[in-house]
């Protein structure tokens, strides 16, 4: 048995049979195979309506780059949903984006820069099956950076019927989620947690649920 596991059954017997219940539902529903990038995101109520959304479709891992704007949130707005999430910050060197992206390639997504760039597919469009992939959401004023613009795998972008050109990066976030994560369930991708990442989360939301 993994130190996780061992972790877990230790401090299960901490919480109530219904807690444990609950995290073992949430724990199946939870995924990897598509993540979340923000960058430059100006706004504490955007970046935290995003990390609630995240969590509530079941999205497991966000990353924050940090390149000019620092990350805040709002706790009105968070509800104290980031305390289920894995949160990785870029913020150290002047090349955070790049390195979210060298990173994230690395572990094997696909990079889906959110823009009316040529070639930008629609969501009914968008392949979910091709490998597992981060969408990333630009900051409110200026969308993403020309650097990650230049690296991104594909492009995205919500077909839209009106005068305005672009959705709140929250209701973006929303509507893409939504639609993406039905997409994969309904998919032939494996998107569920390995048996050794269940075991890293069920300790540590147990942990969670102990200190609350």
């Known amino acids: 048995m993994s130190d996780c596991a061992n972790d877990a059954s230790f401090l299960s017997g901490m919480v109530t049979e219904r807690r444990l219940s609950r995290i073992e539902a949430i724990l199946a529903q939870r995924t990897r ?3 979340v990038a923000l960058e430059d995101i100006y706004q504490s109520q955007n970046t ?3 990390l609630r959304t995240c969590e509530c479709f079941g999205v497991q891992d966000v990353h924050i780059i940090e390149n000019y704007n620092r990350f805040s949130v709002n706790p009105m707005v968070l509800k104290g949903s980031d305390k289920w999430l894995n949160i990785y910050r870029y913020r150290q060197t002047d090349s955070n984006t790049a390195n979210a992206v060298d990173r994230l390639k690395s572990e094997g997504y696909r990079v889906i820069a959110t823009s009316l760039h040529e070639g930008s597919v629609e969501l009914n469009s968008f392949d979910v099956e091709r490998g597992k992939f981060v969408i990333v959401f630009g900051n409110e004023h200026q969308g993403v950076s020309e ?3 230049r690296h991104a795998d594909e492009y995205l972008r919500i077909p839209m019927y009106g005068f305005t050109q672009s959705f709140n990066i929250s209701v973006s976030a929303g509507i893409i989620l ?3 994560i039905e997409k994969i369930r309904n998919s032939n991708v494996v998107w569920q947690l390995t048996n050794p990442e269940k075991d890293r989360l069920r300790a540590e939301w147990l942990q969670t649920s102990i200190n609350k």
């Open 147 to 149: 650097y990650m613009l």
């Open 48 to 50: 935290s309506a995003v």
């Open 33 to 35: 195979y598509m993540t």
């Open 178 to 180: 939504s639609r993406f």
